[in-house]
């Protein structure tokens, strides 16, 4: 057997606690520990979709990861580099690497530029590209690879669809041929019948050009359908990691049993059967102690105050952070 | 004789003046809801479907530059049918919220800053109904209690901005239902919570319209939804109904190429992937009603379109099966090809 190739992505125990201040001279009063000790790795050509609700953390730790904002703690090795230890010049090498997209086309694009402004713009930045033509036959062939003629070249984000908008912001993050883009949320200001055409996108960018991708979502369906692994995150803690196609068929977390069932199914046969979860997400300011989801979870036992369940192996390649073993 | 329908909207059409123009944002729309039913109205943003849900309100005339047309008919409590479409403004105010109610996406938006949440709830019954402060207050705890929030006698003394979404829309929900309406017109309710909080919700609101017997328009764009909720689906496209029928019946087989292709561009948890098979996507984007397509609205988009017949002319809504209509000039011969 030979070794397994080191992933394209490893994140150790990251940890992004955003300090409260209050009072007249501003001390720290508590945190918001939206990312508490989370570990992953993504493989070269592999997606990793992370599922979570608002407030779980999962934009923060897409964000950390390609260092947007300063994780308070952890380690981040992108292709052999520790990507905290990056200085500026570093950085900007890096960013050609990894890419990400956001969830709000109409916020994510400048209104006053064209498309062709757009998409060329990450190229000028890198120093990529630089005789003019080449340019232009670049930022042509990057707007095909998404679906966007030549003739949106001159037009402006305001003159196009929300379809539209989401392909020239995928079209700018593929400038630079990256090796890992942040997907955040790409669909979800998306009409429904838009939403696929995206997804499709996504699918057959990842297959021609072999991308790597962390793919955040708060919806399920997409991610199962997009994702080679899933990891359920839940009020910035890791809940459970696994094949996408086994994770949803075979739950082992009491909240990605929750989780996937509380997803509307559109199969009226199918109405019914499903688990609820009583109360509110509690505040990431002031977590539960133990099990985060001790609070909300139907198979609670007093050691769940106690002890924070650690991530541990289950089966080959999947992973569970739960005390109880007896009821999934 | 059979109890009519709780409401009945006769061609409506509403439009908004705007720079460009006339914006046709609901066109020729008539349909009828039976007392008990639940009925989901489906579209995608800009299909007008929202627009249908605050012109039987009554809502729309504050709005600048709309015009509406058309007649609506509410049978209230007393059974007495009125055509909200010729009230005045001082009696509509008496049935909505007595008659009908209407619960939105922000309930933010909605609720007062400086009252607490009992005091609100509490309003909305004694507004509509004889009551002392005592009953009111119980009745309110009742209402929160069963749309499940956990402590209701806490959450009376509450300030809207210390409540979760969650917790804001069953506050919401409750003053809606405080005066027990006929009618609860729920424009995507849940579409701003998480996952797990709008199944709380949905299941809350499904058991509260079993027990008191209340019609509900839900409108939405979440066809999962519409499978949980609704008994029957109005289907929207570019302000006008394509589609109509039982949900078992339209979700099983759609007969608009639009409702077929929104239904197999959803991934469906463990089978699409399993299946191997991609995403059935609808191509192009949704039209502006600024200047819809002629013909049918679809057919840009559509891939059964013929050139010369579904371009040129507006198909009518026809009935298909019993209880079920279509729009689409080649319903039939697209469903013989599917069978």
């Not at chain 1, 007093?302 to 005390?323: G, T």
């Not at chain 2, 409401?7 to 008539?30: C, I, K, Y």
């Not at chain 2, 996406?105 to 949440?117: A, G």
Request: include cysteine; glycine fraction near 8%; charged fraction near 25%.
């Amino acid at each position: 057997m030979t070794a397994p190739a080191e992933p394209l992505l490893a994140v150790a125990n990251l940890r992004k606690w955003f300090e409260i201040r209050r009072g007249v001279i501003p001390r720290v009063v508590g945190a918001v520990r939206a990312v508490d000790d989370v570990s992953f790795t993504v493989k070269s050509r592999e997606v990793l979709g992370l599922a979570g609700e608002s407030g779980s953390g999962k934009s923060t730790i897409g964000r950390s990861v390609l260092r947007l904002i300063e994780p308070t703690a952890g380690r981040i090795m992108f292709g052999g580099e520790d990507v905290r230890a990056l200085g500026p010049k570093a950085l900007r090498r890096f960013r050609r690497k990894a890419q990400i997209v956001f969830q709000d086309p109409f916020a994510a694009l400048d209104p006053k530029m064209t498309v062709a402004e757009i998409v060329a713009e990450p190229l000028q930045v890198q120093g990529l590209c630089r005789d003019p033509r080449a340019r232009r036959d670049r930022v042509v062939s990057l707007l095909e690879s998404v679906g966007i003629s030549a003739e949106f070249l001159a037009r402006k984000p305001d003159q196009m669809s929300g379809g539209q908008r989401q392909r020239v912001v995928i079209a700018r993050a593929l400038a630079v041929d990256p090796l890992f883009v942040v997907a955040d949320e790409p669909v979800s200001a998306l009409d429904v019948s838009v939403q696929a055409q995206i997804v499709n996108l996504l699918e057959d960018l990842k297959e021609r050009l072999g991308l790597a991708m962390l793919f955040i979502s708060h919806d399920i369906a997409v991610m199962e359908y997009l994702s080679d692994r899933i990891a359920v995150i839940y009020l910035g803690r890791l809940m459970e990691v696994g094949p996408s196609e086994e994770l949803c068929r075979n739950p082992k977390h009491p909240y990605t049993e929750a989780l996937l069932s509380a997803v509307p199914d559109p199969d009226p046969s199918r109405r019914g059967k499903r688990v609820l979860l009583a109360g509110d997400i509690p505040s990431p300011a002031n977590p539960p102690s133990g099990c985060v989801f001790r609070t909300r979870c139907p198979y609670v036992i007093a050691e769940c105050a106690k002890i924070v369940p650690p991530l541990r192996a289950v089966a080959p390649d999947r992973y569970v952070a739960c005390l109880r073993d007896d009821v999934l | 004789m059979a109890a009519g329908p709780v409401l009945e909207v006769r061609d409506l059409s509403v439009s908004f003046r705007t720079p460009a123009g006339p914006l046709r944002a609901v066109r020729n729309v008539s349909f009828e809801i039976a007392t008990g039913e639940v009925v989901a109205l489906v579209g995608e943003s800009g299909s007008g479907k929202s627009t249908i849900g605050l012109a039987i309100m009554g809502l729309l005339e504050r709005e600048s530059g709309a015009s509406a047309g058309g007649g609506i008919w509410l049978a209230g409590k007393s059974g007495a049918r009125q055509e909200l479409t010729a009230l005045p403004e001082r009696a509509l105010r008496g049935v909505r919220g007595s008659d009908v109610a209407m619960i939105f996406q922000e309930p933010l938006s909605s609720l007062n800053p400086i009252y607490t949440v009992g005091t609100q709830i509490s309003e909305a019954i004694r507004t509509h109904r004889r009551v002392t402060r005592q009953e009111a207050r119980s009745d309110a705890i009742e209402a929160l209690t069963a749309l499940g929030v956990p402590d209701p006698v806490a959450c009376m003394v509450r300030y809207p901005h210390q409540l979760s979404g969650g917790m804001r829309q069953r506050v919401m929900i409750a003053m809606a239902l405080a005066c027990r309406p006929a009618l609860l017109i729920a424009d995507e309710p849940t579409t701003a919570l998480d996952a797990t909080i709008q199944a709380q919700i949905v299941e809350h609101l499904r058991r509260v319209q079993a027990l008191t017997g209340m019609a509900i328009l839900f409108i939405t764009h979440n066809l999962g939804l519409v499978a949980e909720i609704a008994d029957r689906a109005l289907v929207m496209y570019a302000g006008e109904i394509v589609e109509t029928g039982p949900v078992e019946a339209v979700f099983r087989a759609p007969r608009m190429p639009y409702t077929r292709g929104l239904l197999d561009s959803l991934p469906r948890i463990g089978r699409t992937r399993r299946q191997g098979r991609r995403l059935a996507a609808i191509p192009g984007a949704v039209p502006s009603l600024l200047n819809p397509p002629a013909g049918c609205a679809f057919h840009p988009r559509c891939r059964h379109l013929v050139a010369g017949l579904c371009d040129a002319e507006p198909p009518p809504l026809e009935e298909c099966a019993a209880g079920r209509r279509v729009r689409c000039l080649r319903w039939r011969e697209i469903a013989d090809a599917a069978s």
